[in-house]
């Protein structure tokens, strides 16, 4: 399933049943210049990839009803979507380990800061591109981002 | 924040704000009240229809903890903290006693965030230079 996206605006996938959280990551990819897609919850967001919608990064909650985070991470990659960037998102630390497990390339705590998006999307567009990324508004790279650089999931490598 | 009901998120919520999002974080509170007051009866019928579900308990009052991370609502945050804490310990009395709490950080943060923003409207563009303490 190609979901690399060269030269446009990198496709991002907001997974969220909670609006605050929401709305505040869909204006930080806006004012990143994504074009941001939100979905209430887990359910919704495998639906998108079962109709063949793409994305170039994802970020998903992990409690949600229908399906949480995890259980969703681990049928899109059972899908075959191996490129698209993965990020689950919780205020609950406890759930790096079931997202990582599921197959996502990072976990990043709540509340989510705007440099850390800003970095990702860096490193995404990076190896999506094999160019230098386009400026963006950020004041350096967090602990999250050298790890997503870094992070490899259960038995595959990403190709940053 | 110097009172402490808000913490350094709610800089980086208010440092969204641009030309085009001129209102966004006192958009972002109205929303946090809707939502919040939404979770906050969650919890409330959750200890009176299932009595001792420390786990429903705590499931809901996570959500809420979540929120009020997410926009810096830090005494709000402490609270629901606690109330998970007494979750965990099968506490009824400590998660009653913390819930009402949480309840009352939520009406005082309201209040406070109110006066907050009627303040910058009438300081105008020059006055959201300088936050006032809270």
């Given at each position: 399933m190609a979901s690399k996206n060269q030269g446009s605006a990198p496709r991002a996938l907001v997974v969220e049943d909670i609006k605050v959280d929401c709305v505040i990551l869909m204006h930080m990819l806006h004012k990143l210049n994504c074009e941001a897609t939100v979905v209430e919850n887990g359910k919704e967001a495998?639906?998108?990839?079962?109709?063949?919608?793409?994305?170039?990064?994802?970020?998903?909650?992990?409690?949600?009803?229908?399906m949480s985070g995890p259980e969703a991470v681990a049928k899109i990659r059972a899908m075959g979507a191996t490129e698209v960037k993965i990020v689950g998102v919780s205020a609950d630390f406890g759930g790096q380990e079931a997202f990582m497990q599921a197959g996502a390339d990072v976990f990043v705590p709540k509340p989510v800061k705007l440099e850390t998006v800003a970095a990702m999307l860096e490193v995404m567009m990076l190896g999506a591109s094999g160019e230098a990324p386009r400026k963006v508004d950020h004041e350096s790279h967090s602990d999250e981002t050298k790890s997503f650089a870094k992070m490899k999931p259960p038995e595959k490598e990403i190709k940053m | 924040m110097k009172q402490g009901y808000l913490d350094e998120q709610f800089c980086q919520v208010e440092d969204l704000q641009d030309e085009a999002s001129p209102n966004f974080a006192e958009e972002v509170?109205?929303?946090?009240?809707?939502?919040?007051?939404?979770?906050?009866s969650n919890v409330e019928q959750a200890l009176e229809k299932y009595p001792?579900?420390?786990?429903?308990?705590?499931?809901?009052?996570?959500?809420?903890?979540?929120?009020?991370?997410?926009?810096?609502?830090?005494?709000?945050?402490?609270?629901?903290?606690?109330?998970?804490?007494?979750?965990?310990?099968?506490?009824?009395?400590?998660?009653?006693?913390?819930?009402?709490?949480?309840?009352?950080?939520?009406?005082?943060?309201?209040?406070?965030?109110?006066?907050?923003?009627?303040?910058?409207?009438?300081a105008g563009p020059a006055g959201a230079a300088t936050r006032p303490g809270m």
């Amino acid at each position: 399933m190609a979901s690399k996206n060269q030269g446009s605006a990198p496709r991002a996938l907001v997974v969220e049943d909670i609006k605050v959280d929401c709305v505040i990551l869909m204006h930080m990819l806006h004012k990143l210049n994504c074009e941001a897609t939100v979905v209430e919850n887990g359910k919704e967001a495998v639906d998108l990839f079962v109709e063949g919608k793409t994305f170039d990064i994802v970020f998903l909650d992990k409690d949600m009803p229908l399906m949480s985070g995890p259980e969703a991470v681990a049928k899109i990659r059972a899908m075959g979507a191996t490129e698209v960037k993965i990020v689950g998102v919780s205020a609950d630390f406890g759930g790096q380990e079931a997202f990582m497990q599921a197959g996502a390339d990072v976990f990043v705590p709540k509340p989510v800061k705007l440099e850390t998006v800003a970095a990702m999307l860096e490193v995404m567009m990076l190896g999506a591109s094999g160019e230098a990324p386009r400026k963006v508004d950020h004041e350096s790279h967090s602990d999250e981002t050298k790890s997503f650089a870094k992070m490899k999931p259960p038995e595959k490598e990403i190709k940053m | 924040m110097k009172q402490g009901y808000l913490d350094e998120q709610f800089c980086q919520v208010e440092d969204l704000q641009d030309e085009a999002s001129p209102n966004f974080a006192e958009e972002v509170a109205t929303l946090f009240f809707k939502d919040s007051a939404r979770l906050i009866s969650n919890v409330e019928q959750a200890l009176e229809k299932y009595p001792k579900d420390f786990n429903r308990w705590d499931a809901y009052m996570q959500q809420l903890e979540g929120s009020c991370s997410s926009i810096g609502a830090s005494r709000m945050k402490s609270e629901c903290m606690s109330f998970r804490d007494y979750c965990g310990q099968g506490n009824v009395e400590g998660c009653m006693r913390s819930f009402h709490k949480v309840k009352r950080e939520h009406g005082a943060l309201r209040q406070k965030l109110e006066a907050y923003f009627q303040l910058l409207r009438q300081a105008g563009p020059a006055g959201a230079a300088t936050r006032p303490g809270m």
